[in-house]
C-alpha cells in the first residue's frame, strides 16, 4: 500500500511550498467534499522512485475558534489517516506553545513523527535542529522548504520507515531498467494467480458506488466477504465472473451484513488516492444527472497520473430523458477529451442496465495495459511513423530515433532511443504516442513515453 505522509503544523510554517515542491503540482487533489475543508489538499508524490501520497493540512494555531476551529479538526483528521507525519516548525519564529501542543497531541496517538525545523535559510542550521529538543520529538531535520534545501535527507528519514517493496509496487514508471535491444523488459505485472484483475470502483460521494458494488457481486459468486479493515482501507472483495477472476477493491466500504451489503463508511479521499494506486483497472463512476463536476475531474486527473487502466462509468442513467441524455453526451466530449482513451458506459447500478458490459471494457483495458510488445514491433512502428513524419531539426542536426522497446506495463512504457532526444518536442511525443496507441489497437490505458539517449 502506498504510504500516506500528513503535512502537520501551525499556519504560515511552510507546509504549503512545501506541499507544492513534493508535488510539483498546482493540481492538486482540494477536498472539497461534504465534511472536508477545503484545507485538506492531497497529492501524489516520487521520491527516488518511490510514491507516497501527501497531505497537506490548514494549519492548527492552539487557540481555534470558527473557521480556524475547523481546520484544526482537518489536520487532526489528516493526522489519523496519515502512516507518517511530518511536523513542521518554523526556526525563524522559534519555539511556540502551539508547537507543543501538536507535539503533545502526536505523542499520545503515538503516530511515526518526524520534526522538521523550517526555513533554515534564515537562521543556523545547528541551532535550529537543537532548539526545538524541548518538544521531545529528538533533533529537527532542518530544512529550507522554499529553496529546496535538506529535501532529500527528509525524505530519507520519513520514507525509510516504509518496506521498499510496498512503496514500488505498481508504480514502474520512472526506474524503468535500461534494456538493451531484443531483451524482455522486467517487472512486468500481470494479474495474479489468486487475485485475477484488481478493479477499484472510485467515484465522489453518492455517485453511485456502494449500489455498483452491491450489482456486481450480488449477480456473482463472491469468494470471501467481509475481510476486516480500518476505516482508512479499502475492502478487497475477490470473485468469480464465468472463468474470469477478479478482486472488487471497494472504496466506498460496502460491507456484508447478514443476506445485504451497505454501506458503513464515508468517503475517503486517502482511501480513494490508494485504492487507485493498487488497481489494475479503474473503474470511474459519475452521475449522469450532475454532469461532469470540478471533483470528477480532479479525480480524474489523478488517475490519469497514476497511468491506470480506466474504464468510465455515467451511473442514473436510467429515468433521464432524451434532451437530458444528448446534453450529457455533449459535455462529455467535451469536458473528458484528456481521457479519451476510456471506454464510456452509461449504466444504471440500480437497475442493473448496463453493468454486465463493463467488464468487456475491463478486460480489454486491461489486456492493452499489459500486453508484452516486442521490441522488433516497437521499433517497426517507431521507423514507419518517423518516416511518414521526421522529427525537427536542432542546430542543424536531424533528432534520431533508432529503436524502441517496453520498459513497463499498466501503464505500458515505450522507451525509446536515439540522438538528441531531450529535443523533441512535446507535438512530436504525442504524435508518437497517438501512432503506438492506433497501430497496437491500445484501448483504456495511457502510454507513457520516455526517450534515452547518447547513442
Ligand atoms: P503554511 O501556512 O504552513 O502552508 O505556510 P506557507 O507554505 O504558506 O508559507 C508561509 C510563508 O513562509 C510564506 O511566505 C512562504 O514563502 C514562507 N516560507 C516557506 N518556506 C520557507 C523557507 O524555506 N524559507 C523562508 N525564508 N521562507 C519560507
Ligand atoms: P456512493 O456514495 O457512491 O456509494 O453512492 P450510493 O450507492 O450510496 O448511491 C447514492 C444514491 O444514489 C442512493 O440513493 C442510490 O439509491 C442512488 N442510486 C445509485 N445508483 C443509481 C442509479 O443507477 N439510478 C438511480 N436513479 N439512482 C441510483
Same mark, same amino acid.
Do not use: C
Given at each position: 500500500?502506498?504510504?500516506?505522509?500528513?503535512?502537520?503544523?501551525?499556519?504560515?510554517?511552510? $507546509?504549503?511550498?512545501?506541499?507544492?515542491?513534493?508535488?510539483?503540482?498546482?493540481?492538486?487533489?482540494?477536498?472539497?467534499?461534504?465534511?472536508? &475543508?477545503?484545507?485538506?489538499?492531497?497529492?501524489?508524490? $516520487?521520491?527516488?522512485?518511490?510514491?507516497?501520497?501527501?497531505?497537506?493540512?490548514?494549519?492548527?494555531?492552539?487557540?481555534?475558534?470558527?473557521?480556524?476551529?475547523?481546520?484544526?479538526?482537518?489536520?487532526?483528521?489528516?493526522?489519523?489517516?496519515?502512516?507518517?507525519? =511530518? !511536523?513542521?516548525?518554523?526556526?525563524?519564529?522559534?519555539?511556540?506553545?502551539?508547537?507543543?501542543?501538536?507535539?503533545?497531541?502526536?505523542?499520545?496517538?503515538?503516530?511515526?513523527? !518526524?520534526?522538521?525545523?523550517?526555513?533554515?535559510?534564515?537562521?543556523?542550521?545547528?541551532?535550529?535542529?537543537?532548539?526545538?529538543?524541548? =518538544?521531545? =520529538?529528538?533533533?529537527?531535520?532542518?530544512?529550507?522548504?522554499?529553496?529546496?534545501?535538506?529535501?532529500?535527507?527528509?525524505?530519507?528519514?520519513?520514507?525509510?520507515? !516504509?518496506?521498499?517493496?510496498?512503496?514500488?509496487?505498481?508504480?514502474?514508471?520512472?526506474?524503468?531498467?535500461?534494456?538493451?535491444?531484443?531483451?524482455?523488459? $522486467?517487472?512486468?505485472?500481470?494479474?495474479?494467480?489468486?487475485?485475477?484483475?484488481?478493479?477499484?470502483?472510485?467515484?465522489?460521494?453518492?455517485?453511485? $458506488?456502494?449500489?455498483?458494488?452491491?450489482?456486481?457481486?450480488?449477480?456473482?459468486?463472491?469468494?470471501?466477504?467481509?475481510?476486516?479493515?480500518?476505516?482508512?482501507?479499502?475492502?478487497?472483495?475477490?470473485?468469480?465472473?464465468?472463468?474470469?477472476?477478479?478482486?472488487?477493491?471497494?472504496?466506498?466500504?460496502?460491507?456484508?451484513?447478514?443476506?445485504?451489503?451497505?454501506?458503513?463508511?464515508?468517503?475517503?479521499?486517502?482511501?480513494?488516492?490508494?485504492?487507485?494506486?493498487?488497481?489494475?483497472?479503474?473503474?470511474?463512476?459519475?452521475?449522469?444527472?450532475?454532469?461532469?463536476?470540478?471533483?470528477?475531474?480532479?479525480?480524474?486527473?489523478?488517475?490519469?497520473?497514476?497511468?491506470?487502466?480506466?474504464?468510465?462509468?455515467?451511473?442514473?442513467?436510467?429515468?433521464?430523458?432524451?434532451?437530458?441524455?444528448?446534453?450529457?453526451?455533449?459535455?462529455?466530449?467535451?469536458?473528458?477529451?484528456?481521457?479519451?482513451?476510456?471506454?464510456?458506459? !452509461?449504466?444504471?447500478?440500480?437497475?442493473?442496465?448496463?453493468?454486465?458490459?463493463?467488464?468487456?471494457?475491463?478486460?480489454?483495458?486491461?489486456?492493452?495495459?499489459? &500486453?508484452?510488445?516486442?521490441?522488433?514491433?516497437?521499433?517497426?512502428?517507431?521507423?514507419?511513423?518517423?518516416?511518414?513524419?521526421?522529427?525537427?531539426?536542432?542546430?542543424?542536426?536531424?533528432?534520431?530515433?533508432?529503436?524502441?522497446?517496453?520498459?513497463?506495463?499498466?501503464?505500458? =512504457?515505450?522507451?525509446?532511443?536515439?540522438?538528441?532526444?531531450?529535443?523533441?518536442?512535446?507535438?512530436?511525443?504525442?504524435?508518437?504516442?497517438?501512432?503506438?496507441?492506433?497501430?497496437?489497437?491500445?484501448?483504456?490505458?495511457?502510454?507513457?513515453?520516455?526517450?534515452?539517449?547518447?547513442?
Amino acid at each position: 500500500m502506498v504510504p500516506v505522509i500528513a503535512l502537520v503544523g501551525r499556519p504560515n510554517v511552510g $507546509k504549503s511550498t512545501l506541499f507544492n515542491r513534493l508535488t510539483k503540482t498546482r493540481d492538486a487533489i482540494v477536498a472539497e467534499y461534504a465534511g472536508l &475543508t477545503r484545507d485538506r489538499q492531497y497529492g501524489e508524490a $516520487k521520491w527516488q522512485g518511490r510514491t507516497y501520497i501527501v497531505i497537506d493540512t490548514g494549519g492548527i494555531s492552539g487557540d481555534e475558534e470558527g473557521i480556524d476551529a475547523k481546520m484544526a479538526e482537518q489536520s487532526l483528521q489528516a493526522i489519523e489517516e496519515a502512516d507518517a507525519v =511530518l !511536523f513542521m516548525v518554523d526556526s525563524r519564529a522559534g519555539m511556540t506553545a502551539a508547537d507543543q501542543m501538536i507535539a503533545e497531541h502526536l505523542r499520545k496517538r503515538n503516530k511515526r513523527s !518526524f520534526l522538521v525545523a523550517n526555513k533554515v535559510d534564515t537562521v543556523d542550521p545547528d541551532i535550529a535542529r537543537a532548539e526545538f529538543s524541548p =518538544l521531545g =520529538l529528538g533533533d529537527a531535520l532542518p530544512i529550507a522548504a522554499a529553496h529546496g534545501r535538506g529535501i532529500n535527507a527528509m525524505l530519507e528519514q520519513a520514507l525509510g520507515i !516504509f518496506p521498499k517493496d510496498n512503496a514500488e509496487e505498481g508504480e514502474e514508471e520512472g526506474e524503468a531498467e535500461v534494456v538493451a535491444e531484443g531483451e524482455e523488459p $522486467k517487472r512486468i505485472p500481470g494479474p495474479s494467480e489468486k487475485d485475477g484483475i484488481k478493479i477499484a470502483i472510485i467515484g465522489r460521494p453518492n455517485v453511485g $458506488k456502494s449500489t455498483l458494488v452491491n450489482r456486481m457481486l450480488g449477480e456473482e459468486r463472491v469468494i470471501v466477504y467481509d475481510q476486516a479493515g480500518t476505516t482508512r482501507d479499502s475492502i478487497y472483495i475477490p470473485f468469480e465472473r464465468g472463468e474470469e477472476k477478479y478482486t472488487l477493491i471497494d472504496t466506498a466500504g460496502v460491507r456484508r451484513r447478514g443476506k445485504i451489503f451497505e454501506a458503513v463508511e464515508k468517503f475517503s479521499v486517502v482511501k480513494t488516492l490508494q485504492a487507485i494506486q493498487d488497481a489494475n483497472v479503474v473503474i470511474f463512476v459519475m452521475d449522469a444527472r450532475e454532469g461532469v463536476v470540478e471533483h470528477d475531474l480532479n479525480l480524474l486527473g489523478f488517475v490519469l497520473e497514476t497511468g491506470r487502466a480506466l474504464v468510465i462509468a455515467l451511473n442514473k442513467w436510467d429515468g433521464m430523458d432524451s434532451g437530458q441524455r444528448d446534453y450529457v453526451k455533449t459535455e462529455l466530449e467535451r469536458r473528458l477529451s484528456f481521457v479519451d482513451f476510456a471506454d464510456i458506459h !452509461f449504466i444504471s447500478a440500480l437497475h442493473g442496465t448496463g453493468v454486465g458490459h463493463l467488464y468487456k471494457s475491463v478486460q480489454a483495458s486491461f489486456q492493452s495495459a499489459i &500486453t508484452r510488445w516486442p521490441t522488433s514491433r516497437l521499433t517497426q512502428i517507431l521507423e514507419d511513423a518517423v518516416q511518414e513524419h521526421q522529427p525537427p531539426l536542432v542546430n542543424g542536426r536531424r533528432i534520431k530515433l533508432r529503436y524502441a522497446h517496453l520498459g513497463g506495463a499498466n501503464p505500458p =512504457l515505450i522507451v525509446i532511443h536515439g540522438n538528441q532526444v531531450e529535443a523533441v518536442p512535446k507535438s512530436y511525443s504525442r504524435y508518437l504516442e497517438n501512432t503506438f496507441r492506433r497501430v497496437l489497437r491500445l484501448v483504456g490505458t495511457p502510454i507513457r513515453i520516455e526517450y534515452k539517449g547518447g547513442e
